[in-house]
């Protein structure tokens, strides 16, 4: 069973910036996708950036040029740097594997 373990999240204010790490019970080395996704309180969970094996990145409009994703293969863990942080921000990110596996999220509070 793959589990995924997010951090990092919190409270900060607009402007600040968090980084987010998930921490994967398997080696990702072979996992061609790994991505970010977050869903704020009553609305649709939406991919907010990806990352291929090759590293190949790909983002939402909405976090372009403030969020930077990157994996680290040998501890088998995912990070999402966020820059400049708005209140839309706000939401649970949750990890994803393969687009297949979740972890349980972490809670990213933007507000002053």
């Known amino acids: 069973q793959v589990q995924l373990v997010e951090s990092g999240g919190g409270l900060v204010q607009p402007g600040g910036s968090l980084r987010l790490s998930c921490a994967a019970s398997e080696n990702i080395l072979t996992i061609n996708t790994m991505g970010w996704y977050r869903q704020a309180t009553g609305k649709q969970r939406e991919l907010v950036a990806i990352?291929?094996?090759?590293?190949?990145?790909n983002y939402a409009d909405s976090v372009k040029g403030r969020f930077t994703i990157s994996r680290d293969n040998a501890r088998n863990t995912v990070y999402l740097q966020m820059n400049s942080l708005k209140p839309e921000d706000t939401a649970v990110y949750y990890c994803?594997?393969?687009?297949?596996?979740w972890g349980k999220g972490t809670l990213v509070t933007v507000s002053s």
């Open positions: 990352i291929t094996r090759s590293g190949s990145t």
């Open positions: 994803n594997m393969a687009y297949t596996y």
